[in-house]
Nanobody, 121 residues
Framework: QVQLAESGGGLVQAGGSLRLSCAAS????????MGWYRQAPGKQRELVAL???????NSADSVKGRFTISRDNAKNTVYLQMNSLKPEDTAVYYC???????????????WGQGTQVTVSS
């Protein structure tokens, strides 16, 4: 199986920065798209940013210009650099990855357990 382990969350003041990491491990043949989502209390989970295996990225309008997604394919790791954080960025952040575990298997989506990001005003 495949495991995704997030790290880097925490408490930060508004205007501050955090860097999230998510490392995939286990039975990995290839990883396609990796991404970050977030879920605030009482709200639905929403996309923050995605990055393909080739490095193309897409992000939510609410984080454009402040958050940057990147990945290290050799380490099966995706990062989210978050700058100019706002209280409304407070949420649990989840990473996901579309993974093939062998050549013949279809790609599947895997999720991490989530890491809390809290931005104080």
């Amino acid at each position: 199986q495949v495991q995704l382990a997030e790290s880097g969350g925490g408490l930060v003041q508004a205007g501050g920065s955090l860097r999230l990491s998510c490392a995939a491990s286990g039975s990995i043949y290839s990883i396609n798209t990796m991404g970050w989502y977030r879920q605030a209390p009482g709200k639905q989970r929403e996309l923050v940013a995605l990055i393909t295996g080739g490095g193309s990225t897409n992000s939510a309008d609410s984080v454009k210009g402040r958050f940057t997604i990147s990945r290290d394919n050799a380490k099966n790791t995706v990062y989210l650099q978050m700058n100019s954080l706002k209280p409304e960025d407070t949420a649990v952040y989840y990473c996901n990855a579309i993974v093939k575990t062998d050549f013949f298997s279809p790609p599947r989506v895997y999720w991490g357990q989530g890491t809390q990001v809290t931005v104080s005003s």
